[in-house]
């Protein structure tokens, strides 16, 4: 179906010549050569990660399914966004909803517009929105040039981080401000982002202290949807400082602040409308190091949204702390424990179309959890865990993890795991209720329907999934590895949105009734692999995605959504990066997308190109084509009350990067 048209076989032809091996002389002195690209891959399995347990340990250690986006993949990529950069990692399903808003999942979505059980964080800070159960990937418009690696831990996380890791946690760890000891200038301007405006600065307050700031203005065109404009506008701000008290001491503040508005439909009128989104954060880290095997560590952030839509104005405030301590017990048994407290505070300002009993009001979160990694062998251990959660919602919450870790040699792993993880209901579930217009799709099925009304659940239940995997790390080669994880969930108590037909006795008008409820219940199963190679200056990540999800209401129950229907069945995606000269790169991402059934998206081939040319050690000219195998194309389902499905356009992106 794909591929037929003769500008399509030229691409992908260019793309296979960029990923040939090509010669190259040495580099000049000053070149700035990075040491990561250059070590072989098997090396790369010893990069530290901290989001599997909160604990640094060693990736080829740690039994969990893993993908790793280092600082080098994102500036290889021309990623101009922190979701387009997730289409490396194995497993994580990414689409573009319109120019500026993405839609991110980990092993399966249960809804058409948003995903609730990823936990997303951004060194430790949670940037999932407890009130609405969501996160809104346009606000996280990431300074990636700060950002070290992100690490992509998929399948459950609820014995460490918690409800709503259920599917996996993102974890986007930015650099200290020690290493950016600079100053960067970005400019870059295409057809479909106007303009992004960059400037990072950073410095050394004593020999112990340094500090990074940073400003960015983002500006996307709108893309070619004849009844929807959808461009948008973001600025942002924001810090570091990092301070080291002496060896065994160490401390961190951050903050940001952001506004963004973007083009917007009005859900009664369908006339263009905007939204608009304040934020700001705080956030604070202190390590200590007693010895070498006992370590504490102490998080705190706050963080505050105002988000002003059609259909809801909402503020909300979270509050949080975390605190967590390492030991060795015995020569057997590695402890991490820990506990902490968030409080939240939303209100809701009632209009036309939500009410809600209470419009304003806060929820509190305890939490505590314990995690034993016993060394049965040197090269075999049992980790076994869990996770006490207090919420207003369902109470107490219990989320137990047993993982077994066998390295029958170096770089060679087998690991398997049982999980339970759970996801909360929230302030969407429980209390808000609201009158809305019929969207165009069901006006057109029933023209009687003359409204929709959904109501909260104050009676609901957590969702519950226990997880069941599989998976190996093996380094065939010093420059070749392989990667592979199945899994089997059992999902019990989904929130579903029911729906019934119901007439108004006074007025006579026909609407749908839509309560919430807990009667669905399903299984999903699944396998994720991935292989790397390095040879040269030339590498090469391949990753394939197979996932099946089947879910059934109870009788008699009628929803409003086919969720398994939801997710594409295939995917896979290939990523190579060529030096062809020590100062010319090119990179390509090719990506194809099984079709979305219900969301009526047909399958899709395309590719990312960018061409990178160093012009000296201060100056990078980068210009990067995207979805170049189709002139445009739909890549997901749009909010209900969209008229029409926004189709992503091919275009071309040129950035100049500047540092002194």
């Known amino acids: 179906m794909y591929l037929h048209h003769f500008y399509k076989y030229l691409l992908l032809l260019l793309s296979l010549f960029l990923s040939l091996p090509a010669f190259a002389t040495e580099p000049p002195p000053d070149f700035p050569t990075n040491e990561l690209i250059n070590l072989k891959l098997a090396a790369l399995f010893d990069i530290e990660i901290i989001s599997a ?49 993405w839609f991110v999942a980990s092993r399966g979505s249960f809804n058409e517009s948003f995903v609730n059980k990823l936990l997303v964080l951004v060194d430790g800070r949670s940037v999932y929105t407890p009130q609405l159960s969501r996160t809104y990937w346009n606000d996280l ?34 650099k200290s401000s020690h290493d950016t000891q600079n100053t960067v200038v970005q400019l870059g301007k295409g057809n479909l982002i106007e303009h992004i405006l960059s400037v990072r600065h950073g410095g050394a307050v004593s020999p112990h202290s340094s500090y990074r700031v940073y400003a ?17 506008q973001m600025q942002q701000a924001g810090f570091r400082f990092d301070s080291t ?69 909402i503020d909300s405030l979270v509050f949080d702390v975390d605190f967590t301590h390492q030991f060795q017990l015995s020569e057997k048994h590695a402890i991490i424990w820990g506990g902490g407290y968030r409080r939240t505070h939303h209100h809701v300002n009632e209009n036309s179309l939500i009410k809600g009993n209470p419009l304003s009001g806060h929820q509190q979160l305890f939490n505590t959890f314990i995690q034993d990694d016993i060394a049965i ?44 993880s759970i996801h909360t209901p929230s302030l969407v579930n429980d209390q808000v209720e609201a009158v809305l217009k019929v969207p165009p799709s069901l006006q057109q099925l029933n023209p009687q329907l003359s409204y929709l009304q959904y109501i909260g659940n104050k009676d609901l239940k957590s969702e519950s999934i226990i997880s069941y995997e599989f998976g190996f790390r093996h380094a065939i080669a010093s420059n070749l590895t392989w990667d592979t994880s199945f899994f089997y969930n059992d999902i019990n108590d989904l929130i579903i949105t029911e729906s019934y037909l119901v007439i108004n006795q006074e007025t006579g008008e026909i609407g749908i009734l839509n309560p919430q409820s807990n009667n669905m219940d399903g299984y999903s199963f699944g396998a994720e692999s991935s292989l790397k190679w390095h040879q040269g200056k030339w590498t090469f990540n391949f990753n394939y995605n197979y996932l099946n999800i089947v879910v059934s209401s109870a009788p008699g129950i009628r929803i409003e959504d086919e969720l398994d229907q939801d997710n594409p069945e295939h995917r896979f995606s290939l990523y190579t990066s060529v030096d062809i000269t020590p100062s010319f790169q090119a990179n390509m991402n090719l990506y194809y997308v099984s079709h979305l059934p219900k969301k009526n998206i047909d399958e899709y081939l395309n590719t990312d190109i960018t061409l990178s040319w160093t012009i000296n050690k201060n100056m990078r000219l980068s210009v990067i084509g995207k979805n170049l195998f189709d002139k445009q194309h739909a890549e997901y389902f749009p909010h209900m009350y969209e008229p029409l499905t926004t189709e992503i356009p091919r275009s071309i992106y040129t950035q100049l990067h500047w540092q002194f």
Do not use: C
């Open 216 to 232: 960015q203005e983002t500006k996307n065109n709108p893309t070619k949807n004849p009844l929807l404009a959808d461009s948008a």
């Open 141 to 174: 418009n990431i300074y990636l040039e700060d950002v070290e690696r992100i690490e992509v831990i998929r399948g459950s996380g609820g014995a460490i981080w918690g409800a709503n890791a259920v599917n996996g946690v993102i974890n986007i760890i930015t």
């Open 53 to 101: 347990t909160k604990k640094k340990q060693l990736l080829s250690d740690t039994p969990a399914a893993i993908s790793v986006i280092t600082a080098d993949d994102i500036k290889r990529s021309g990623a101009l966004h922190i979701a387009e950069a997730l289409r490396m990692a194995s497993g994580i399903f990414v689409a573009q909803r319109n120019s500026y808003d």
């Open 377 to 420: 062998k040197p090269n075999l251990h049992l980790i076994l865990g869990a996770k006490l959660e207090h919420n207003d919602y369902t109470g107490l919450e219990f989320q137990p993890n047993i993982r077994l870790a066998w390295t029958p040699y170096k770089h060679n792993l087998l690991w398997a795991a049982i999980s339970r």
């Open 245 to 313: 008290v002496d060896s065994k001491t160490d401390w961190t503040v951050q903050g940001g602040i952001s506004k963004q508005k973007a083009d917007d439909i009005h859900v009664e009128t369908y006339a263009p409308s905007l939204f608009k989104t304040d934020t700001h954060f705080l956030s604070t880290q202190w390590n200590h190091e007693i010895t070498e095997t006992n370590k504490l560590s102490l998080k705190s952030y706050y963080s505050y949204e105002k988000r002003n839509t059609s259909i809801i104005n």
